[in-house]
């Protein structure tokens, strides 16, 4: 049950500095909604607009209603895979109004604060603290444990139909009663959801426009969070289930039984083999579907056995409609129940990441597309999925000898260095190799002799903490992934100036090394950013604009780390 506080929390009236870090938090380049206005808009005439916008606001805090066009949203649709065949193969999204986005972000932001007391820890999706690895790795040490101990276990792996769009607003309702939301709210949901109309995008045109009559819209900030509130049901329903003894979950200890784990409407269900767990599961499956809304997807739901007999098994999915499934299967488009000490577990990791960062991928991109690859590699489910696990040895090092995305083969650059370190070396061979740390005159390793080195390390690249707080700054702003990248080579002095091209000996010292601008001095790092006398008139405007006195005597980059420090994160 929701506190009194924390009601009192929800309907504190919306304050400006709450409502300008939602509007500035948005991307403002998504597609508008029917008022034809992005973010980008409120952001460019903030002040302009403002108390309009706060207005709004405040009537709708008071009174709870909102204007029938205000409501409003577009549907279309987006493919989910390549060459889509028919509808099944696209998702709805839902385009809203510019204010309607913002009073749906406004709730959702503080509804999210609240929800993780509510809301069971079997519950992995869209609160904070929580992770969708969390119901994996539960899953996987579940798997293990009754493999160890030969314990017969029954996995119901429950799929949902289009879930959002058949969610039962009465039930959504009373729900949030149950959990002790104040009436005020309840208006609130009602206003933003329950009182909302569509109109369908075809070629790009709004068809009339209808009343929705149930479900949650997707891409609406409200609903990933409205929607566990919905997925809430199906748990206590079960945990009800164990407390009157009519269904047995997997027991790990004395103390400890686990029944259900769930990530947004993907549910697993687990318990005893016996013929009163599948009478109970289908009774309570079916009458959550009658409450909710929600209906499985019996192509998709599957019955998976560990120590259970084969023919109990297929009689069990076909009393429940389900499909039979053997371990190892997949849970959110992750492996469980694979042995992680298998070469064949670890292929379609390895594969999947070959195939992402395959060779020629990098060789012809910006730094800022280089990041996007990588993060996109990093994020991918059959990588990211095993972050849990320890790759194998071999698979690592088979990993280790791909192509980097930063630069060419390190190891044929380097080869010559490492033959001329080599060079008149003689290797003893009447002893053992031992690890000698070379810091310290007896060889072994300690924290004081580390620390120096670092920083002497530190002192010699002139990488100041001053600066190192500046580079951080460059990753969390609004910046371009591009400029970001541009003004972090700066700090570490790698951009490829004239002075640095040639001593690198990729241009002849025959070509003419001075400054482009003013042709005064030789274009390195310090002069070409900081001392030309052009550069020195830019800096000069700058630290006006941010209310401090040039100093014509700053010593190299200290400038801009000083202007870094300053504007902190960027904003218009």
Request: proline share 3%; net charge positive.
């Amino acid at each position: 049950m929701l506190s009194n506080d924390d009601n009192s929390f929800l309907l504190e009236p919306f304050a400006e500095e709450e409502v300008r870090e939602i509007i500035w938090s948005c991307d403002g380049n998504k597609s508008p909604g029917p008022d034809g206005f992005n973010l980008n808009f409120l952001k460019s005439c903030w002040n302009i607009v403002k108390s309009d916008v706060l207005a709004f606001l405040a009537e709708f805090h008071a009174y709870a209603v909102l204007p029938k066009a205000m409501a409003a949203s577009f549907l279309t649709l987006i493919p989910k895979k390549d060459h889509p065949q028919d509808l099944f193969d696209y998702r709805p999204i839902c385009l809203i109004g510019c204010l309607y986005k913002i009073l749906s972000k406004l709730l959702a932001a503080r509804l999210k604060r609240v929800l993780g007391k509510l809301i069971s820890n079997c519950q992995s999706a869209f609160l904070p603290q929580r992770q969708i690895l969390d119901g994996v790795v539960v899953l996987n040490e579940i798997i293990d444990l009754a493999t160890r101990r030969k314990d017969s276990c029954m996995l119901f792996k429950v799929d949902f139909e289009t879930a959002y769009d058949t969610v039962n607003w009465g039930f959504l309702e009373r729900m949030m009663v149950k959990m002790g939301f104040a009436e005020g709210w309840v208006k609130w949901i009602r206003a933003c959801i329950f009182e909302s109309s569509m109109s369908v995008l075809v070629n790009g045109s709004p068809t009339e426009d209808f009343k929705v009559c149930k479900g949650l819209r997707q891409g609406h900030p409200l609903s990933p969070f409205l929607f566990l509130i919905v997925a809430e049901g199906l748990t206590r329903m079960i945990r009800r289930a164990v407390e009157i003894g009519k269904f047995h979950g997997y027991k790990v200890n004395q103390s400890l039984h686990v029944q259900i784990l769930q990530f947004a409407d993907d549910t697993i269900l687990m318990g005893d083999d016996s013929w009163e767990n599948l009478w109970t599961i289908k009774t309570v499956l079916r009458g959550f579907e009658l409450v909710s809304g929600l209906k499985i997807n019996f192509t998709k739901s599957k019955l998976c056995g560990l120590n259970v007999d084969d023919r109990f098994l297929a009689a069990g999915a076909s009393f429940l409609s389900f499909r039979s499934d053997a371990i190892p299967f997949k849970f959110l488009g992750i492996p469980v129940g694979a042995n992680p000490r298998r070469r064949e577990t670890w292929r379609p990791v390895v594969e999947a990441m070959s195939k992402r960062l395959s060779s020629w991928s990098g060789r012809h991109l910006s730094y800022g597309g280089r990041i996007t690859l990588i993060n996109s590699v990093l994020a991918s489910p059959p990588l990211y999925g095993h972050l849990s696990s320890k790759l194998l040895r071999g698979e690592l090092l088979s990993c280790g000898t791909k192509d980097s995305i930063w630069w060419k083969d390190l190891e044929e650059q380097e080869l010559n260095a490492l033959k001329e370190l080599l060079h008149g070396f003689s290797l003893k061979t009447d002893c053992n190799d031992k690890w000698r740390w070379v810091s310290e005159s007896n060889g072994l390793f300690t924290v004081k002799s580390c620390y120096k080195l670092l920083i002497q390390s530190v002192h010699c690249n002139s990488i100041l903490l001053e600066s190192l707080v500046a580079i951080g700054k460059l990753w969390k702003n609004d910046l371009p992934s591009k400029v970001g990248v541009f003004g972090w080579r700066l700090l570490l002095e790698k951009l490829p100036t004239r002075e640095t091209l040639a001593h690198r000996g990729i241009v002849t010292s025959s070509i003419d090394l001075s400054c482009a601008f003013c042709s005064n001095s030789l274009e390195d790092i310090n002069h070409l950013f900081f001392f030309c006398c052009h550069v020195r008139t830019i800096w000069k405007k700058l630290y006006g604009w941010i209310g401090l006195s040039y100093n014509n005597q700053e010593v190299e980059h200290d400038v801009f780390v000083t202007a870094l420090l300053r504007i902190g994160v960027i904003t218009p």
